[in-house]
């Protein structure tokens, strides 16, 4: 069995070839593991490997595994679905929120997170391939919910996070990923201050970066498979 501590290195390669095929810097592309349904001896292996930061997307879980890894200062992303009247602990216990996608739950976010925490890092969720049932902004609705979100107190806008519908065509996958890029260009056209693409998966990582993603987000590829 490959190590955890292998399967990053193996990511980053990973990162790393896809970087030098679209002529972007690595440094611009940051691994976030998603430690969902993965059990606490798991991130502390990925920590001892210099992981730092994690994702994770159901809220009870993960408070357990940020107090019991407290001392080990990593950085907690929450990139599940939130439910408005869960707000609290997230904008107590987490530095990054990835899936805001209505302005009631950024303004609770931003009312709940403490006045001396740094501001807490904010990305909006897109629905970008307009699916029926999934979380998410519509791509026309975006650019009023990033202004509503940039001028809360104790929020930091840094840019969109999207889930494609899944595909196992590279090009539907692409395009899904290029139209994500067009709606962030066309906000900071717009004016606004963003500098982060959050999209990629285990699967998909490399079309997410030729496509300009600055957070990757790679869970079955760290860790296997969840214990879900
Ligand atoms: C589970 C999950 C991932 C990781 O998916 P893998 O295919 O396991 O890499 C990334 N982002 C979000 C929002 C997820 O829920």
Request: net charge neutral; charged share 25%; aromatic share 4%.
């Amino acid at each position: 069995m490959t190590s955890i501590a292998e399967r990053i290195a193996v990511v980053q390669s990973r990162i790393g070839l896809a970087c030098e095929f679209s002529g972007r810097d690595p440094r611009d592309v940051q691994l976030l593991a998603i430690s969902k349904g993965q059990p606490v001896e798991a991130i502390r292996e990925a920590a001892a490997a210099g992981q730092r930061a994690f994702g994770e997307n159901y809220l009870v879980e993960a408070l357990v595994k940020i107090e019991a890894l407290r001392e080990l200062e990593l950085e907690w992303h929450f990139t599940g679905p939130i439910q408005s009247n869960k707000t609290r602990r997230l904008a107590e216990h987490f530095a990054w929120a990835h899936s805001v996608d209505r302005l009631k739950v950024a303004e609770r976010l931003s009312e709940q997170r403490a006045a001396g925490a740094p501001s807490l890092n904010i990305c909006i969720q897109v629905n970008i391939s307009g699916e029926k049932s999934k979380a998410g902004v519509a791509p026309q609705e975006t650019e009023a919910l990033c202004r509503a979100v940039a001028a809360l107190p104790r929020l930091k806008l840094r840019g969109l996070m999207v889930i494609p519908a899944p595909s196992a065509d590279k090009d539907a996958q692409r395009n899904a990923y290029a139209a994500t890029r067009a709606l962030y260009l066309d906000l900071l056209e717009a004016g606004l201050t963003l500098d982060t693409l959050s999209m990629g998966m285990s699967a998909d990582l490399d079309s997410a970066i030729a496509e300009g993603a600055t957070i990757v987000r790679v869970g079955t590829d760290i860790f296997g498979p969840r214990q879900e």
